[in-house]
């Protein structure tokens, strides 16, 4: 499996930007795709995922609302569309994907064994 993350950048607080995830290397039916983000300092931390053959999607408490998580199977990209950014959602955004996570894991980094190279997101106050 192979993840290619893009679209991360400069944006003043309340902007948008929207970040792609092109997966290859399998058939993601089972997969979940997800999405981590990285601050300086910070561990690693989940943003959202979503379970591609049902479309469920899941979002930590600090983005429900502002982020919006989709797939599209016929290019077989997840995008992570975030609105109303903040400052502190500065980080470098890691897209993430395994089959068949259990819902109680989905939130958790080690249930997922494929990771992008990370893209940087900056927002300015």
């Known amino acids: 499996v192979q993840l290619q993350a893009s679209g991360g950048g400069l944006v003043q607080a309340g902007g948008s930007l929207r970040l792609s995830c092109a997966a290859s290397?399998?058939?993601?039916?089972?997969?979940?795709m997800g999405w981590f983000r990285q601050a300086p300092g910070e561990e690693r931390e989940f943003v959202s995922a979503?379970?591609?053959?049902?479309?469920?999607?899941y979002y930590a408490d600090s983005v429900k609302g502002r982020f919006t998580i989709s797939r599209d199977s016929a290019k077989n990209t997840v995008y992570l569309q975030m609105n109303r950014m903040k400052p502190e959602d500065t980080a470098v955004y890691y897209c993430?994907?395994?089959?068949?996570?259990?819902?109680?894991?989905?939130?958790?980094?080690?249930?997922?064994?494929?990771w992008g190279q990370g893209t940087l997101v900056t927002v300015s106050s």
């Open positions: 290397g399998r058939t993601f039916n089972r997969y979940v």
């Open positions: 979503i379970n591609w053959s049902s479309g469920s999607t």
């Open positions: 993430a994907a395994d089959e068949r996570i259990i819902i109680g894991a989905i939130r958790q980094m080690r249930a997922y064994d494929y």
